[in-house]
């Protein structure tokens, strides 16, 4: 799956939810996802932004992650993902994502 076609997908998914009150962008080699989580609905795009949290990882990962195949906590922990900013954002985007 490539960038533009996994934030075509967290656009579907996010254009349902409601306001979570931050921003954050998923930094991958291939570019960004930015989610704007202030605004309703959440807004997906591959804006650069600043964010108030930033989660690096592989595209493959975030495939997995945004799929289901991947859990969150077990990707930090083996360092497949790395947060800069709030780490309590990253923990709101369970909900977010799936």
């Known amino acids: 799956m490539t960038l533009q076609e996994l934030t075509e997908k967290m656009k579907a998914g996010a254009g349902s939810k409601s306001a979570f009150g931050n921003t954050v962008k998923f930094a991958t080699p291939e570019g960004a996802i930015f989610i704007d989580g202030k605004s309703t609905p959440v807004a997906?795009?591959?804006?650069?932004?600043?964010?108030?949290?930033?989660?690096?990882?592989?595209l493959s990962d975030l495939?997995?992650?945004?799929?289901?195949?991947?859990?969150?906590?077990?990707?930090?922990?083996?360092?497949?993902l790395k947060i800069e900013?709030?780490?309590?954002?990253?923990?709101?985007?369970?909900?977010?994502?799936r």
């Open 44 to 58: 997906v795009s591959n804006d650069d932004n600043a964010a108030d949290c930033t989660i690096k990882m592989a």
């Open 63 to 80: 495939v997995d992650l945004v799929g289901g195949k991947l859990d969150g906590m077990s990707a930090f922990m083996t360092g497949k």
């Open 85 to 97: 900013g709030d780490m309590g954002v990253a923990m709101k985007l369970q909900s977010i994502l």
